[in-house]
């Protein structure tokens, strides 16, 4: 009986985590700024990163971008989103429902994977009409792509909970839009980076997903060997292992920062 009620709530947590999903994409498509910002932007920045590049140089851009991307997609649309929701008591109303802060929180997650996917997908058919090239390894980037919305939505959490209105929350995430565009290995490698920018690099939570997605679309490793599908899985462990530790932070951050109730003062 336990296992039954068990599976039944978590089955109605997830019907509502869909239902909020649905209603967050339905309200980014009548938001033309928020649509522009977490959808249009990166694709924007993407092409024009991608317009110069060639060859062999050209995929290293490309396949480096979705991990700008999810800066913008994910991040930049989620601090508004939460923000602006708060001070208008729509997160306290949603609290005060049915459902489940997990399932809240998990709605807008899987809106924020929704835009993102499409992203990748539109970004896929710019590398094939670019480079001829198609990922070799679909699951891990789907992977990357859904460890990438778990850790950047609680820091997007947290994020929100310091700023005290949707235009602070703009100026709030600058820092971390920069660090994307210049600190992250999207234009160079890692190793070819000046040691103070390397280190920052290396702790930043997009750098991993840039080397995974780089990993899923050519076979070749953070190191720069060739390998097939299984050792792309092992030598994809240590950025696992990074992620994994960023959810951690991110999700005590988003416990000790976030708020349901608005900001006054």
């Known amino acids: 009986m336990r296992i039954e009620i068990g599976t039944g ?15 967050d994409l339905r309200l980014l498509g009548r938001n033309q700024t928020a649509l522009f910002n977490a959808m249009l932007m990166p694709l ?29 997609a994910v991040f930049l649309n ?9 001070e208008e008591l729509v997160l306290k109303r949603l609290l005060g429902g049915q459902p489940s802060p997990v399932a809240i929180m998990g709605g807008a997650g899987l809106g924020a994977l929704a835009v993102y996917a499409v ?18 390894n679909v699951p891990l980037m789907i992977v990357a792509a859904v460890l990438g919305v778990a850790v950047f939505e609680p820091l997007a959490a947290a994020f929100s909970g310091i700023s005290r209105n949707a235009e602070l929350a703009q100026l709030a995430v600058t820092p971390v839009i920069l660090l994307a565009l210049f600190v992250s290995p999207v234009m160079v490698p890692l190793g070819d ?12 939570p997009s750098t991993p ?3 995974l997605m780089r990993m899923a679309y050519s076979g070749v490793t953070p190191n720069g060997d060739k390998v097939d599908i299984v050792h792309q899985w092992l030598a994809a462990l240590p950025s696992f292992g990074a992620l994994v530790a960023w ?3 991110a999700t ?11 900001r006054r003062g």
């Open 9 to 23: 709530m978590v089955r109605t947590e997830i019907l509502h985590a869909v239902r909020l999903a649905r209603v």
């Open 44 to 72: 924007l920045l993407g092409f024009m990163f991608g317009m110069g590049a060639e060859g062999p140089q050209g995929l290293f851009v490309l396949t480096g971008l979705p991990g700008m991307m999810l800066v913008f």
């Open 78 to 86: 989620l601090v508004s989103s939460f923000t602006s929701r708060r």
């Open 119 to 136: 992203q990748l997908a539109v970004l896929a058919v710019w590398i094939h009409h670019k480079t001829g090239e198609l990922p070799v």
């Open 193 to 204: 980076m000046p040691t103070p920018m390397r280190v920052a690099a290396e702790i930043l």
């Open 209 to 211: 997903i840039v080397g």
């Open 247 to 249: 959810l951690i932070v």
């Open 252 to 262: 005590l951050l988003a416990r000790w920062l976030f708020r349901w109730d608005p």
